[in-house]
Structures are given as structure tokens and as C-alpha cells.
């Protein structure tokens, strides 16, 4: 299920040129099936017109606390979550100073729950000491703030200020709504292929998109957990927020490994590590022939490296198959002495490659050690992140 499905989400527009990205913000957030209010401060009626607001959300604008008396009480007790974006400087200094004006200075002060601002100004006017100010005491209250960003501005001038774009604010959004049950974790995910290069030019590697390890650290992240992402080649963008190692062949992945293995306390290896490399790499493109014979040697088992260690983390390996061959996963987890093995049959529909979703079983040991399954069904694949983490987690308690 969506996580923000059946949530109530209730937005501030205020008098920025950002505005208009508003629109997007709220389409996403219905295509999430969130249930979106708005409020428009009257200087956003500058930037974007209340009609289209009105459209995006499927629902009437507020904006005159006095044409629907009462709503600066009603909106903000119906609300999971109040989000502000953009907020201006301005509606940023009346909110750390209790100042109540309008609609949505006056909702924000009749607000108790989880405040979500995506700030948007020119740099000059960011890094105003009064602003600074401002911005500081409402993060010292526990209010979240996403960018803003580098970049250039609507003034012409380049310089931070620019909101953040849709996809990062709905991450905060699903992060301030969602239990931070993985604080003071620190989560080692490994993604992606690798290349062995037989010369230059040329590589052997896996199928692999990254997305599953992606989504394993984007929601590892969200549920408060310290991330570190080490991935090979994908085209896809790491999740905000998380430390991203790029590497290229499993030597370079391994080396990343060890050298941040000893930080964490739970590592995932989703890689599709390619088992073999050329048995001495050519320093000069091979010219086309009619064909010659290429001598592989096997690849490090990194994953095996690391359940041989000493002192080593919560260790979760994956086992893509081709056909229900659970029980070649379950001697994977023994045989790389590892705690948990997620299997899955790529060859299935909806399951493996380049796909959204993914139908996997996890497998781990009970308390006395007896080797546990629990099939799930097909799912998305930050749904399967979830199922993992939530089963790590109940694991580590129970360690
Ligand atoms: N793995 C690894 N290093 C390798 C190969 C695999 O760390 N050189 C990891 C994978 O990231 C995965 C687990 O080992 O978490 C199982 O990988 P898989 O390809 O399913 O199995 P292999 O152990 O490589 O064995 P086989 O290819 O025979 O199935």
C-alpha cells in the first residue's frame, strides 16, 4: 500500500515564483492517493491563480478567514501533516514569531502536529541573519525543512534559494510521516552492477537496474537510519540525503565494502556482483578477429568476505534465481554465514530486472537458530524494502 495513501495533507502556497511547482506537488501527492486542503496566501494569488489550485487538488481553495469562519481551526485538526511550499521569508518570520494575519499564519499557530516547510527566496535574502534566525528557532522546535537548493534564481542571479523539486518535498513528506524506528542505525546498502573489463572498451557484467538497493536505502533513510550507498553503473538518482559511493568493477566494490563495513550496523548486499573477471585485463582494445577465447577467473565473494569477519554487522544477502529454487538461497545463508537472504525468481513476471515491483521470499534464523521463510507477494519495490527492514529490525531486536 501507497504510505501516503488515506493521509491528510494540508498545504500553505505562499507569494513566491515557485509557486506554479505547487501545481506538480499536489498532482503527485493525489497520484499518491493523499487527501490534499490547500491554503493560498493572497501573494501567491500573484504567482498561480486559485482556479488552477482548484483543479490540481480536486477540492476548493482557502485563502479569507472570514468566508469560512472557523477553518483556521478545521483545517489543522483534520491534518496528518501541514507542508508550506514555497515558503517565503515572510511567512517564515511570522511563523517563528507567532505572528497570526491571515488564514495561514493563523492555521499554522492552531497547528500541534508535524510542520514541513520547503523554503524559496532569493540567496541574498536566505543568508539575512534575521532569516537565518528565524529558520533556526523553528528547526529548534522540530519543524522539518527540505532545501532550498543551489542554482539559478528567478532574479537572474545564481545563488541558493531555489525550492526543492517535487520528488525531494513528497520524500520529506513520507519521512515526516513515517516512524523513525531505524535512528542510530547505520545502514551499508550495496546496488547496481559491476563491469569486469576484459580490455577498455569492453566488459563482462550482470542485468541489474540498481532499483531494489535503491529503494532499499531511500526508505532506510526515510525511517531515520544514517545511509551509505555503494553502487556500480545504474542510471537512476541516489536518494536524497544518503552518502553515495560510486564504483565500477567488484574489485573497486569490495574495497568500498571493507572500508565501511566496520561504521555499520546492518549491511545489505543487492548487488549483482559479476562472478567472474578476465584473467588479465588488456591494456589495448583487442582487435576484431574471427573470435578468441577469454580465460575467466572468479570475482572476490564479497558477501562471503563479510560474514567471515570477526565483528560484523546485521549481514542481509540477496539470491536472484531463475525458477522457485528457495532452497539454493537458504544454503547461500549458510554458506556465507550470513543473517537473512532475500530470494527471488527473476524469471518470473513482476519480479527481478528493470521491473518496479518484485515477488521475493525472505529467509532467516529464529532465535534458536532454525531457518525461517516468509513468502510475500508481489509488491513494489520500496514496499519490499519495508518488508526487509521491518524484518532486520525485528531480528536485531530479538539478537
Ligand atoms: N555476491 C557477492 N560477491 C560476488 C557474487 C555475489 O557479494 N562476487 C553476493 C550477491 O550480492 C548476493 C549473494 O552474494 O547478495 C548471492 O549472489 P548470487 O549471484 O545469487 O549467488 P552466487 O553466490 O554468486 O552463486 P551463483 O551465481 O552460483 O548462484
Redesign the pocket.
Known amino acids: 500500500m501507497g504510505l501516503l495513501k488515506g493521509s491528510s495533507i494540508l498545504l500553505g502556497i505562499t507569494g513566491s515564483v515557485a509557486a506554479y511547482k505547487s501545481i506538480e506537488l499536489i498532482k503527485r501527492l493525489r497520484e499518491e492517493e493523499a487527501c490534499v486542503k490547500v491554503i493560498m496566501t493572497e501573494a501567491s494569488k500573484n504567482f498561480i491563480t486559485p482556479l488552477s489550485v482548484e483543479l490540481a487538488s480536486g477540492d476548493s481553495v482557502y485563502s479569507d478567514m472570514f468566508r469560512s469562519p472557523l477553518s483556521h481551526v478545521s483545517l489543522p485538526a483534520n491534518a496528518d501533516l501541514f507542508v508550506i511550499a514555497p515558503a517565503t521569508a515572510n511567512i517564515i518570520g511570522k511563523y517563528a514569531n507567532g505572528i497570526a494575519d491571515d488564514l495561514l499564519s493563523t492555521a499554522l499557530m492552531a497547528f500541534n502536529g508535524k510542520v514541513l516547510i520547503a523554503p524559496a527566496m532569493n540567496w541574498r535574502m536566505y543568508e539575512n541573519p534575521a532569516f537565518q534566525k528565524n529558520l533556526h528557532y523553528l528547526e529548534s522546535i522540530g519543524v522539518k525543512t527540505i532545501g532550498p537548493e543551489k542554482g539559478s534564481l528567478a532574479c537572474g542571479e545564481e545563488g541558493i534559494g531555489r525550492m526543492a523539486d517535487a520528488d525531494k518535498i513528497i520524500d520529506s513528506i513520507k519521512a515526516s510521516l513515517t516512524a523513525q524506528d531505524l535512528a542510530g542505525e547505520s545502514v551499508l546498502v550495496?546496488a547496481g552492477p559491476t563491469r569486469e573489463y576484459i580490455d577498455p572498451i569492453r566488459y563482462i557484467s550482470n542485468r541489474s537496474s540498481g532499483k531494489m538497493g535503491y529503494a532499499i536505502a531511500r526508505v532506510a533513510k526515510r525511517r531515520g537510519a544514517d545511509v551509505t550507498l555503494i553502487s556500480g553503473p545504474v542510471s537512476i538518482k541516489p536518494p536524497d540525503g544518503v552518502d553515495i559511493i560510486n564504483v565500477d568493477t567488484?574489485d573497486e566494490m569490495y574495497k568500498a565494502v571493507m572500508n565501511n563495513i566496520n561504521m555499520s550496523s546492518i549491511f545489505i548486499?543487492?548487488?549483482?556482483?559479476a562472478?567472474f573477471r578476465a584473467a588479465g585485463m588488456k591494456a589495448e582494445k583487442i582487435e576484431k578477429k574471427e573470435g578468441f577465447s577469454l580465460n575467466l577467473t572468479k570475482?572476490?565473494?564479497?558477501?562471503?568476505e563479510t560474514g567471515r569477519l570477526e565483528k560484523r554487522p546485521f549481514i542481509v544477502?540477496?539470491?536472484?534465481?531463475t525458477g522457485y529454487r528457495v532452497d539454493?538461497a537458504k544454503g547461500?545463508l549458510v554458506a556465507?554465514n550470513i543473517d537473512m537472504i532475500v530470494f527471488n525468481d527473476v524469471a518470473k513476471e513482476g519480479s527481478g530486472f528493470d521491473t518496479d515491483t518484485n515477488e521475493v521470499t525472505i529467509i532467516s534464523r529464529d532465535k534458536s537458530g532454525k531457518i525461517q521463510e516468509l513468502p510475500l507477494q508481489v509488491m513494489s519495490k520500496e514496499d519490499v524494502a519495508s518488508a526487509i527492514l521491518d524484518r532486520v529490525a525485528e531480528a536485531k531486536k530479538g539478537c
Not at 299 to 304: A, G, N, R, S, V
Not at 317 to 321: I, L, Q, W
Request: charged share 30%; proline share 0%; aromatic share 4%.
Open positions: 550495496t567488484s548486499m543487492s548487488a549483482a556482483v562472478d570475482t572476490t565473494d564479497i558477501l562471503e544477502g540477496f539470491s536472484a534465481e539454493r547461500k556465507k
